[in-house]
C-alpha cells in the first residue's frame, strides 16, 4: 500500500500552511475570539483561493477531489490556530449532507454560495430531551398542501448565529419506531423563502472557548417549507445522516490531528528557546522524552486520519461496515489521544 501523498496533494496542503500562515493574524483571532465573531472574510477568502468545497463537483465550483484532500487543509488550518481552523472548517463541513443527497437544484442553490465562501452552513438534529440520542425526534414534519410544516425545538446547533441555511433532521411518521420515518429538509434563514409560520434563533452566550463559532438554539413554529427543501428519500433521515456522518468524523479527526500538531510545534519551540543552567531545556532528558512521545502519538493519529480518509475516497460502501466502523474509532482516538498531546505540550 502506498502511503506517499501525491504531488496536487503536497500542493494542496503547502498552500493550505501558506494561507493560514498569512491570514490567521494573532490580532485578529484575539479580536474576533473576544467578541465572538464568525471570521467571514478569512472564510471567503479560502473560498476564493478553493479550499471549501475540494470535494465538491465542478459544476458548482468544486474540486472534483475527495475527503483526503479536506482533511489535508483542516490539518493545516487547525495547526496555525485551532480556533479559526475550526470556525471556517465547521461552516462549510454541514453541507456536505447536501452534496451526498441533494438534487441538482439543490446543488445549484446551495452548494455554489457555500464553495465561494458566501454563504455558511449548519445542521440542527440535537434536541432538548434526547440529547445525542439521533433514534428519537420530538420535532415534527407534517405534508402540508403546499408543501411541509415544521414544529419543534433543536438545541447546540452550530453557526446558528449566522449560517444562511440548516439541514434539520424531523420525524415525520410519529408511529414508524425508534429511528424510522424521519426525514431531512432544508430551511432557509431568509424568512422570505418561507411559505409562513416562524423560526426562533436564540444564541447560547459566553461559552468557555471557540467562541468564533455560535451555538444556538432552534425553535420552529408552524414553519411551512417548500417541498423542493426535502433533501433525500422522505422516511430515510436518520440513514442520511448516520451516511453523512462517516465523511464528517474523519474531517473532525483532521481538526484534533491539526490542533495537537500545532501544540506540539509551539511546545518545541519553546523547549529550544526556553534555557536553564546555561542551555536549551531541549537539551535536559526528560523534556526530550516527553517531546519524543508527543511526536509518536501524533504519527499515530495522522496514519488513523489518513487512512480513514483514503477509506472514505476509494472503498466506501464497497467495503460494507469498514468505514463506520473505522470512522467511529477516528471519533473516538483522535481526539482523546490528541487532548493527551496538547495537555503534555
Given at each position: 500500500?502506498?502511503?506517499?501523498?501525491?504531488?496536487?496533494?503536497?500542493?494542496?496542503?503547502?498552500?493550505?500552511?501558506?494561507?493560514?500562515?498569512?491570514?490567521?493574524?494573532?490580532?485578529?483571532?484575539?479580536?474576533?475570539?473576544?467578541?465572538?465573531?464568525f471570521?467571514?472574510?478569512?472564510y471567503?477568502?479560502?473560498?476564493?483561493?478553493?479550499?471549501?468545497?475540494?470535494?465538491?463537483?465542478?459544476?458548482?465550483?468544486?474540486?472534483?477531489?475527495?475527503?483526503?484532500?479536506?482533511?489535508?487543509?483542516?490539518?493545516?488550518?487547525?495547526?496555525a490556530?485551532?480556533?479559526?481552523?475550526?470556525?471556517?472548517h465547521?461552516?462549510?463541513?454541514p453541507?456536505?449532507?447536501?452534496?451526498?443527497?441533494?438534487?441538482?437544484?439543490?446543488?445549484?442553490?446551495?452548494?455554489?454560495?457555500?464553495?465561494?465562501?458566501?454563504?455558511?452552513?449548519?445542521?440542527?438534529?440535537?434536541?432538548?430531551?434526547h440529547?445525542?440520542?439521533?433514534?428519537?425526534?420530538?420535532?415534527?414534519?407534517?405534508?402540508?398542501?403546499?408543501?411541509?410544516?415544521?414544529?419543534?425545538?433543536?438545541?447546540?446547533?452550530?453557526?446558528?448565529?449566522?449560517?444562511?441555511?440548516f439541514?434539520?433532521?424531523?420525524?415525520?411518521d410519529?408511529?414508524?419506531?425508534?429511528?424510522?420515518?424521519?426525514?431531512?429538509?432544508?430551511?432557509e434563514?431568509?424568512?422570505?423563502?418561507?411559505?409562513?409560520?416562524?423560526?426562533?434563533?436564540?444564541?447560547?452566550?459566553?461559552?468557555?472557548?471557540?467562541?468564533?463559532?455560535?451555538?444556538?438554539?432552534?425553535?420552529?413554529?408552524?414553519?411551512?417549507?417548500?417541498?423542493?427543501?426535502?433533501l433525500?428519500?422522505?422516511?430515510?433521515g436518520?440513514?442520511?445522516?448516520?451516511?453523512?456522518?462517516?465523511?464528517?468524523?474523519?474531517?473532525?479527526?483532521?481538526?484534533?490531528?491539526?490542533?495537537?500538531?500545532?501544540?506540539?510545534?509551539?511546545?518545541?519551540?519553546?523547549?529550544?528557546?526556553?534555557?536553564?543552567?546555561?542551555?536549551?531545556?531541549?537539551?535536559?532528558?526528560?523534556?526530550?522524552?516527553?517531546?519524543?512521545?508527543?511526536?509518536?502519538?501524533?504519527?499515530?493519529?495522522?496514519w488513523?486520519?489518513?487512512?480513514?480518509?483514503?477509506?472514505?475516497?476509494?472503498?466506501?460502501?464497497?467495503?460494507?461496515?469498514?468505514?463506520?466502523?473505522?470512522?467511529?474509532?477516528?471519533?473516538?482516538?483522535?481526539?482523546?489521544?490528541?487532548?493527551?498531546?496538547?495537555?503534555?505540550?
Amino acid at each position: 500500500m502506498d502511503f506517499s501523498l501525491t504531488k496536487e496533494q503536497k500542493d494542496i496542503k503547502k498552500a493550505a500552511a501558506e494561507f493560514s500562515k498569512g491570514e490567521f493574524l494573532p490580532e485578529l483571532v484575539l479580536e474576533c475570539e473576544s467578541q465572538h465573531r464568525f471570521p467571514r472574510e478569512i472564510y471567503r477568502k479560502a473560498g476564493e483561493l478553493g479550499f471549501i468545497g475540494l470535494d465538491y463537483s465542478e459544476d458548482v465550483g468544486g474540486g472534483e477531489l475527495g475527503v483526503m484532500e479536506n482533511v489535508l487543509v483542516i490539518e493545516e488550518f487547525c495547526k496555525a490556530d485551532s480556533g479559526m481552523g475550526m470556525a471556517i472548517h465547521l461552516a462549510y463541513l454541514p453541507a456536505k449532507i447536501v452534496k451526498i443527497f441533494g438534487t441538482r437544484e439543490q446543488h445549484q442553490k446551495f452548494l455554489a454560495p457555500l464553495v465561494k465562501g458566501e454563504w455558511v452552513s449548519a445542521v440542527s438534529f440535537t434536541e432538548p430531551d434526547h440529547g445525542s440520542d439521533l433514534t428519537r425526534m420530538n420535532t415534527r414534519l407534517t405534508e402540508h398542501e403546499d408543501g411541509f410544516v415544521l414544529n419543534g425545538t433543536k438545541v447546540f446547533t452550530t453557526n446558528g448565529a449566522y449560517a444562511d441555511f440548516f439541514i434539520v433532521l424531523a420525524q415525520e411518521d410519529p408511529d414508524a419506531g425508534p429511528g424510522k420515518g424521519m426525514t431531512t429538509i432544508l430551511v432557509e434563514r431568509d424568512s422570505s423563502t418561507w411559505l409562513g409560520g416562524k423560526m426562533e434563533i436564540n444564541e447560547i452566550p459566553d461559552k468557555m472557548g471557540l467562541r468564533m463559532t455560535s451555538s444556538s438554539e432552534l425553535v420552529f413554529q408552524d414553519l411551512k417549507i417548500s417541498r423542493e427543501n426535502i433533501l433525500g428519500e422522505r422516511g430515510r433521515g436518520l440513514l442520511n445522516v448516520l451516511d453523512f456522518l462517516d465523511e464528517s468524523r474523519i474531517e473532525i479527526g483532521a481538526q484534533a490531528l491539526g490542533n495537537c500538531e500545532g501544540a506540539f510545534l509551539k511546545a518545541l519551540n519553546h523547549a529550544k528557546e526556553r534555557t536553564q543552567f546555561q542551555r536549551p531545556i531541549i537539551d535536559f532528558q526528560a523534556i526530550g522524552h516527553k517531546l519524543a512521545r508527543m511526536w509518536s502519538r501524533i504519527q499515530s493519529l495522522k496514519w488513523i486520519n489518513y487512512y480513514g480518509a483514503w477509506l472514505c475516497d476509494h472503498g466506501p460502501k464497497k467495503m460494507s461496515a469498514t468505514v463506520p466502523l473505522f470512522t467511529s474509532i477516528v471519533k473516538h482516538h483522535v481526539p482523546e489521544t490528541a487532548k493527551a498531546i496538547i495537555d503534555d505540550a
